[in-house]
């Protein structure tokens, strides 16, 4: 049962990471739009995903706090490849640099008791 907890919460975690990050790219996005149409749809589209990552990450009853790290894991790497894929940003060596700290401080954060 607890491997099952702990998949969820990750996939939560990860939804939640997604949602944020998508949300954001929305408003960026709706803020370079040419038109005051695709404007407004990119910021409303935005405004229901970045609500959406509201209701999903604080509905569950966890301890936020101790998720934290894992949660500054996906939310990086996702932003990363959104920033990659969608802006045409490539990260840098100090992206990856830093990176791998972010991603180092997670799991040190996750499973320190």
Known sequence: MELKATSTTLILLFIAALLE???????????RAPTLF??????????????????????????????????????????????????????SRGIFLGGAFIVAGGVIISFNP
Request: glycine share 10%.
């Open 21 to 31: 990050t998508g949300g954001d790219a929305l408003i960026r996005t709706g803020l």
């Open 38 to 91: 695709l404007r407004t749809l990119f910021f409303a589209a935005g405004a229901v995903v970045l609500f959406t990552y509201g209701f999903v990450v604080n509905v569950p009853s966890w301890d936020f706090g101790r998720l934290l790290g894992i949660y500054l894991v996906f939310f990086f790497v996702l932003a990363q490849m959104i920033s990659w894929i969608v802006f045409h940003q490539q990260p």
